[in-house]
Each structure stands twice: as C-alpha cells, then as structure tokens.
C-alpha cells in the first residue's frame, strides 16, 4: 500500500482547506491512519489519528478546528482543517499504523498548506 497526500495550497487566515490522502490499496484492515505536520524549524508533530473501528484523537491545539474522517469504501482519509492561522503553514503527512502497533510504518509524502495573514 502507498499514500498520496493532496489537497494543500495557499489559504488565507480564517479559511479552508482539505487534504486527501489517497491509498493504492485496500485501508480497510490498516489500523489507524493520521495526519502529521511539520512546520519550518520544528519537529513534526501529530495532528489527528482515527482507528478502523472509528476512534478518533487530534492534537489538544486543533481541536475544534480540524476534523479527520475516513471512507474506507474510497481507501481515503481526509482532513478538514477550517479557522486555519498563519502558525497552520507546514507540510502535511499522512501515515499509517498498519499493525496497531504504535508504530507509523507507512508515510505518504508532504502536501504543503501555506496560510497567510
């Protein structure tokens, strides 16, 4: 299985952004897929995370502000991302634990979300 990440782009401060992360196969067994950010200069850090059975975790900073879905039937996780701030510029990955073993085993490459103020 691969991930291709998309969706990124220049937005102003106060809109909207969606990110896809596409799989070339099958999501349905893969344990819990996410989405990773890492800003220039900073470590990457964990933005939103949902399980195969539904559980859902974000980052204490983004919630309210972000939603994470999956459509296994599309092999697709998304990330909603509204009331975005210029301190939201990073690229975005999306990765997956495919095993549940705390381990994020696969990486998709970056989509580059740029917020100006």
């Known amino acids: 299985v691969q991930l291709q990440a998309s969706g990124g782009g220049l937005v102003q401060a106060g809109g909207s952004l969606r990110l896809s992360c596409a799989a070339s196969g099958s999501i349905f067994s893969i344990f819990a897929m996410g989405w990773y950010r890492q800003a220039p200069g900073r470590e990457r850090e964990l933005v939103a995370h949902?399980?195969?059975?539904?559980?859902?975790d974000y980052a204490d900073s983004l919630k309210g502000r972000f939603t994470i879905s999956r459509d296994s039937a599309k092999n697709t996780v998304y990330l909603q991302m509204n009331s975005l701030k210029p301190e939201d510029t990073a690229v975005y990955y999306c990765?997956?634990?495919?095993w549940g073993t705390g381990e994020w085993d696969l990486w998709g490459q970056g989509t580059l979300v740029t917020v100006s103020s």
């Open positions: 949902v399980t195969n059975d539904g559980k859902i």
């Open positions: 990765a997956a634990d495919r």
